[in-house]
């Protein structure tokens, strides 16, 4: 696994233990740190409380139930992450020549993929301590970065940031930075080259098809 792997892997295993962690049962929290006048680093704060009493309580059973993994992560995950913000940034250019159909099918598609690409690393990302630290400067509703610092059991401190957005429903992450490293840029490139040779309606195809999605009927209906 190359360093830019290992770190785009730790980070969205990151977000996804974020999610995880925060459980169903605390949903509640999260939704009132986003409320409105909250700041983007209560978000993050909320969504990774009791975090390692959930992990423990349900590893074993996410150990042996996928579906239920990947059920606890979006459940938690999907009201804070910005789907279709993410989404349009990794498309790019090619965000400008999509219908609007086109785009919302691949940022659910990448969305949900990923989700259940990185959702067993979760399992494995156990850190002794995580700390989020305040918004430096003035809060940006368009751009606020918040950093956070992850010292694993091996001594091994990994920075990671979130990027969020105040959107109506509250602030949401678009994008994850692990030590430099931005999943929306390396997903960018990977995916302008398989868009340009293989087009973007197949490209979706596929991600629907790894995120589990069927595929719409060609006459519309659903």
Known sequence: MTTMTRLLTFSLAALASLALWGGPARAADTADANASGSDPAAVIEATARRALDVLEERREEFSEDADALFTAIDEILLPVFDVQRSGDLVLGRHARSASA????????????ALVRQYAD?????????LVIRPVRGEVDPRRTRVDSEVRLSDGTRVAIAYMLRETEEGWKVFDVVAEGISYVRNFREQYDAEIRRRGLDDVIASLERQGGIAAPDEDGAG
């Open 121 to 129: 690393n979760a399992l494995d990302f156990s850190p002794d301590q």
């Open 101 to 112: 159909d086109q785009r919302r099918r691949f940022a659910q598609a990448l969305y949900r």
